[in-house]
């Protein structure tokens, strides 16, 4: 009887490295990240106009979400009281929604289309990124990482992302460099005011980002990467 050994490990692919990390370690496998990439295109760089910064956040307000979000409107609204953050999301149900109700910081303008998302994207001064601090809501987005962090770095805005450090969305922004981070809620007002008036932080986020979007958010990176994956699994074939 003749027998095939095969020396590949098995294959993955993943949408972070964290996942990729927990998983490879844990199964014996050699997968590989491919970050999932933006249709946006990127404007060039501009200051954040302090008296009227365009404020915004797309995305799903559960898990936590919603908190957060208030929490930055609140805090907007300590460094200035006509600071508005634009809250898009499809989200229906009330039990989600109401948190807003009475902030004069923050807007829920429902739900827009992504060609509204890009277009609405590429007008923000900020872009958003947030995720809960509640346990339970770490123990679920722990590894995930959302398609608004490829948006929001590929737009050219300025992108704030603030949420449990354990979140792997939090966590990955934390490691660009490029994305103005913050995991502690006594210091979110102190790290919005340094995003806001610091231009020069600004400019090296910006700088930055450029970097981290073509190694990392590019559609053609990653259909390289997605095909050596393939190519190596059918080798061994």
Known sequence: MIRKVFSHKGSA??????????????FGLDGKTVYLTSEIKRHPFREIPVRSPVISYFGNIRLGRNESLREIGDALGRIDSSYILNVYSNEKDEHYIGIFDGSRNVKFCGTVP??????????????????????????????SLSTKVADSLSSGAAVFAYGSAECGAIEYAESTGCITTCTDKDMLEVSL??????????RRNYEKGITV?????????????????????????
């Open 114 to 143: 992504y060609s509204e998302v890009m277009k609405k994207s590429a007008e923000s001064d900020i872009l958003i990124v947030v995720e809960g601090f509640k346990k339970k809501d770490v123990d679920i987005t722990r590894y």
């Open 213 to 237: 979007v073509e190694n990392n958010h590019r559609l053609e990176n990653s259909t390289g990467i997605f095909e050596s994956v393939v190519n190596g699994v059918c080798g061994d074939l």
């Open 13 to 26: 692919i993943y949408i972070g490295n964290k996942i990729r990390d927990k998983y490879n370690e844990s």
């Open 193 to 202: 005011r340094s995003l806001i008036y610091d231009t020069e932080l600004q």
